[in-house]
């Protein structure tokens, strides 16, 4: 029998339609009616521990108090919650939280924003009977690196320990002791090293939890808060940015189902403090013999005008804006186009995919697939370290019932939960990926468990050092699975907003192919002449600076150096080239070799759109003033276009958005009024037109070589990591794991380590080894861009020698 639409209740005298199945407390909740809780939240499971949601409800033997955060729904039922039992129940269980509790509100961090303070005033007895000393406990304690315990706030409500073990997978705090004793705790020797950990400070009720980098900073009622957007990854998280006195003072995550469901990485949490850190740019800077010189914007901007003004169009390229909202990725992209005559532009480093497979990909999966979906595939990075808010929403798939299909490598953070793990070895991911379609052997029942439909698969370069045409093999497999939706997995902040304002030497803006002449006659007929054959690609522009065919390059927010697969061919086509200008917020290992650097705006400073890797827009905006004299990308290219004689009319962000909305016709409906007045928090989702494959992608089964060397590399990236930001974000700074290089155990054996011991990667790098069953037979893994790894090129095949005796000791 289906279940009906709706069921009938009545709570405190009045009927209501509800739905069914939900529990009672949040039913109330959507009517009006508001019960007090601690240990509820709409995004875990339900325990009913803290007793503070008792309720009178009618049965067969007359009524009786039940928690309402446990108990669901059901036609007919009679709900009291405002009789005098239940009023005498809330305030002896308010009067027993009290009893221990310390009234240190005032120096509390979660002072005026408590839900102790809350209820206890709308709910409490008005003053205890209990006189006798409080208890204490030394104060606080670390329970990692980010988070701080004090113990006698505690109230017990177990969303913590919820959190950890059921969303974030991380059971590394829990609740020891018995009766009167009990206290959250970590395990011994085992902090709360949590990729997540930030989530139960903002779930905690009571200020027992407080994070390392807010505490004791501000009060509550000192914050203004700004909806934004964070740029960490390319999911987009939907959060809240809290500033006093002009500076970012802590990020809390705001609840979007589409996207985050109110979860943020640490990464996300913490990584503001860069925004405020000494190192930023901020002034324009001009290299001389001795080092750089702080210049006016006048000045800077008139070198960069003459020296780019005096070059042929396609002597100048430009990598970057991934990190940039849409109107800048729009901007620049008109600006090397139109005003330089340019189609050399690429938001990526050389460390992505096809522009056109990640920005034109059908049919493409909404994030929320995954909450539907019968089978998920994830081929591509581990999800845990570069995109882990996704990761939870695969977590949460599972939970769900669904059946996950993991393949890479090396161990990933979705293993453990995985219905099956197809681990290869690096560089043979095509012959993995022909046994798995053809359901060969030891494959049969992961081709068998991918057949059950609907089929959500996320797919992407699992290393820096695979090859970026097995992503688009995986994709044509993944198209033909039943009910098949597919997400491209790219991580940077904003790579898929840039990509579709035209930042690839394949695309226009919009998603429009370089090769398609009517959308080239289509941005002539608005702006003037412009390339009308593809530009080169990042990698591509890195050899011909190497090579002197380009000559001048324009750096927006991309390091290249440590970005790039290739570091040594980046750091010699930067020092060969010509004129290097960068416009970015640090001295980054690339910007340090340019010729000029701009200061530019960052993320809280800027406001816009960005798109995320579902093709979801949302809405960014300033929370603070530009640091010093920072500068919007768009304003920086205005006023430089205006030196070279062109006027871009790109200095407001809301004239840039209605430009968009006219040239790309897949942005048409999106508009900052749309955005800020008419779309909820879940923003919009551009579709890819799939009226033309000129406007669709449609992946190929392309032929990826087998690497048969002896050994060969998995370049795995990390959340935390010794890119810029990380470094000068003070709460995560610290937070890198040393490097290693991780083998197999019949790998140690063959080259006699073990470990502790040391290898030499290519003779260049001395890394300490991990023998890891997780690893593929023939693999090493090991992470990207980590102090103890720069400079190490992505390359298919690697040199792996032991170090012996002395050298040992030396490494």
Not at 326 to 333: D, K, M, P, T
Not at 384 to 403: H, I, Q
Not at 684 to 689: E, S
Request: hydrophobic share 40%; net charge negative.
């Amino acid at each position: 029998m289906p279940e009906p639409a709706s069921v009938t209740i009545t709570i405190n005298g009045v009927e209501h339609e509800v739905e069914p199945g939900q529990r009672l407390i949040s039913a109330a909740e959507r009517v009006g009616v508001m019960i007090p809780r601690f240990c509820h939240h709409d995004k875990l499971e339900p325990v009913g521990k803290c007793r503070m949601c008792l309720v009178e409800v009618e049965g067969p033997r007359g009524k009786s108090l039940v928690p309402s955060c446990t108990m669901p729904v059901s036609d007919g039922m009679v709900v009291d919650t405002e009789s005098a039992v239940v009023e005498k129940a809330q305030e002896g269980v308010l009067e027993f939280l009290l009893i221990n509790h310390p009234l240190d509100c005032p120096i509390c961090d979660k002072g005026g924003e408590c839900p102790l303070q809350d209820q206890t005033m709308q709910w409490g007895p008005g003053e205890s009977r209990f006189i006798e000393q409080k208890r204490t406990f030394p104060k606080p304690i670390s329970i990692s690196d980010i988070v701080l315990l004090d113990r006698e706030r505690c109230v017990l409500c177990d969303r913590c320990t919820r959190f950890a073990d059921d969303i974030a997978g991380d059971p590394l705090i829990t609740f020891q002791q018995r009766g009167n004793d009990v206290q959250i705790q970590t395990f011994p020797d085992e902090p709360f090293a949590s990729y997540f950990s930030g989530n139960t400070v903002q779930l905690c009720p009571v200020g027992a939890l407080t994070s390392v980098d807010y505490r004791f900073k501000a009060r509550p009622w000192d914050l203004e808060h700004t909806a934004s957007v964070s740029l960490v990854d390319s999911v987009q998280s939907t959060a809240d940015v809290q500033t006093s006195r002009g500076k970012i003072i802590r990020v809390y995550a705001i609840e979007n189902d589409a996207v985050n469901e109110g979860w943020l990485s640490d990464k996300d949490r913490f990584i503001f403090s860069a925004v405020h850190a000494e190192d930023r740019v901020t002034t324009p800077l001009i290299k001389e013999e001795d080092g750089f010189r702080e210049a006016s914007w006048a000045e800077a901007l008139e070198l960069v005008a003459d020296k780019l003004g005096s070059y042929r169009g396609d002597e100048v390229a430009a990598i970057g804006g991934s990190r940039n909202t849409n109107e800048e990725a729009f901007v620049l992209g008109k600006f090397m186009r139109w005003v330089v005559g340019s189609g050399n532009v690429d938001a990526q480093a050389g460390d992505g995919i096809d522009p056109a497979l990640a920005a034109t990909l059908t049919p493409r999966a909404r994030i929320a697939d995954l909450d539907t979906a019968s089978t998920i595939l994830v081929w591509g990075p581990d999800l845990k370290e570069t995109l882990p808010v996704l990761y939870l929403r695969v977590r949460k798939a599972v939970r769900n019932g669904a059946t996950l299909v993991v393949a890479s490598p090396a161990g990933t953070g979705l293993d453990g939960i995985a219905a099956h793990v197809v681990r290869y070895r690096a560089g043979s991911g095509s012959d993995t990926l022909r046994k798995v379609s053809a359901g060969e052997a030891d494959y049969a029942a992961v081709r068998e468990a991918l057949g059950e439909g609907p089929v959500v698969a996320l797919v992407g370069r699992s290393s820096l050092a695979e090859d970026p045409k097995l992503v688009e093999a995986v994709a044509s497999f993944a198209r033909s699975l039943p009910e098949a939706k597919l997400l491209t997995l790219l991580e940077r902040g904003n790579v898929y907003g840039a990509l579709d304002m035209g930042l690839a030497p394949t695309l226009l803006p919009g998603r429009m192919s370089a090769s398609d002449s009517t959308a080239v006659e289509t941005l002539e007929d608005a702006w003037g002449p412009i390339p009308t054959e593809p530009g080169r690609s990042a990698m591509e522009s890195l050899s011909d600076l190497d090579e002197g065919v380009i000559k001048a390059l324009l750096l927006v927010g991309s390091d290249p150096v440590r970005d790039c697969p290739d570091p040594s061919l980046a750091a010699d086509g930067l020092e060969r080239a010509e004129f290097v200008v960068a416009v970015d917020a640090f001295l980054t290992d690339s910007s340090s070799l340019a010729d000029v650097v701009l200061p530019g705006a960052v993320w809280g400073e800027v406001d816009g759109t960005v798109t995320n890797l579902e093709g979801r827009v949302q809405r960014i905006r300033p929370s603070i003033q530009p640091v010093g004299q920072a500068r919007p990308l768009n304003v920086v290219l205005d006023d430089l276009a205006l030196l070279m004689g062109v006027e871009l009319g790109s200095a407001k962000v809301g004239d840039v958005t209605a430009e968009i909305a006219r040239i790309a016709p897949a942005y048409a409906s999106v508009t900052l009024d749309y955005l800020t007045f008419e779309a909820d928090e879940e923003g919009i989702v551009v579709p890819i037109d799939e009226s033309t494959d000129l406007h669709r992608y449609i992946p190929a089964e392309v032929s990826v070589p087998v690497v048969t060397d002896r050994m060969t590399l998995h370049l795995a990236p990390a959340l935390y990591d010794d890119g810029v930001w990380n470094r000068n974000a003070s709460s995560i700074a610290e937070l890198p794991r040393a490097a290693t290089a991780a083998i197999h155990p019949r790998d140690a054996s063959v080259l006699a380590v073990a470990d502790g011991d040391s290898v030499r990667i290519n003779e260049t790098h001395t890394l300490p080894v991990v023998v890891d069953s997780e690893v593929a037979v023939g693999s090493i893994v090991i992470p990207f861009n980590q102090r103890e790894t720069k400079g190490i090129a992505a390359t298919a095949s690697v040199q792996v020698d032991p170090v012996r005796g002395d050298a040992q000791g030396d490494a």
